[in-house]
C-alpha cells in the first residue's frame, strides 16, 4: 500500500457530475465535469455534441465496469498512474507489468482510465481507477498545478454516477 492510500484512507472521494444539456435547431449540445472538495475533472465551459458525449460515457461504463489492474505491496501512487498513463497514450506496458508483478497490456490500463475519451471537455485530463489492497483509488494529475493526487474512491458510486447521467443523455435525446 502506497504512503498516499494509507493517508487518504479515512476520506473517500465522491463526485458530483456536473451535466447541462440543451438543444439548437435540431442539434443537442451538453457540458459536463465532474467534482470533489479535491479534485475537478474536465472542464464543464467546453460545449460538446450529445451524441459523442453519449457514446463516450457508455464506453468508460464499459471499461470501468471490468477488472482494474491490482497492485500489492509498496507502491507510490505516482508511479502507478505514470506507469498507466505510459501504458495508455504511448502503448509501453513495461512499468506497468513491472509494478502490478503480471504481465499486462494496453487494454488492461485502458479499463483504468477513468475519463471520457475523444470529449472536448476532457482533453488533457488525466484521471485512472486502479485496485489497492485495500479497496479501488483514483488517481489524477490536477490540472492546475500538474501534481498527481490519489484517494480511495467507492468504484460502485462513481460507476452509478456515471450510469445516472448517461440515462438523463438518452432522455434528453
Known amino acids: 500500500m502506497s504512503r498516499e ?5 479515512s476520506s473517500p472521494l465522491y463526485f458530483d457530475i456536473d451535466m447541462d444539456m440543451y438543444s439548437s435547431g435540431s442539434h443537442k449540445f451538453g457540458r459536463i465535469s465532474w467534482r470533489s472538495e479535491r ?14 458525449l453519449e457514446l ?4 468508460l461504463i ?5 477488472e482494474q489492474i491490482e497492485f500489492v505491496g509498496n507502491y507510490e501512487c505516482e ?41 472536448e471537455s476532457f482533453d488533457g485530463e ?6 489497492g489492497e485495500s479497496g479501488y483509488f483514483f488517481s489524477w494529475r490536477d490540472w ?11 468504484k460502485s458510486d462513481f460507476l452509478s454516477r456515471l450510469v445516472i447521467s448517461l440515462n438523463k443523455i438518452r432522455a434528453f435525446k
Open 5 to 9: 492510500e494509507k493517508e487518504a484512507m
Open 39 to 52: 479534485a475537478c475533472i474536465g472542464d464543464f465551459d467546453v460545449t460538446v455534441l450529445l451524441g459523442s
Open 56 to 59: 463516450a460515457l457508455d464506453d
Open 62 to 66: 464499459r471499461r470501468l465496469s471490468g
Open 79 to 119: 508511479s502507478v498512474f505514470l506507469a498507466l498513463n505510459t501504458a495508455v497514450w504511448d502503448g509501453n506496458v513495461d512499468d506497468l507489468s513491472s509494478l502490478a508483478g503480471i504481465k499486462c497490456d494496453v487494454l488492461d490500463a485502458r479499463n483504468c482510465l477513468a475519463v471520457p475519451t475523444g470529449i
Open 126 to 131: 488525466a484521471a485512472f481507477i486502479y485496485k
Open 144 to 154: 492546475v498545478s500538474k501534481a498527481i493526487e490519489c484517494a480511495p474512491i467507492e
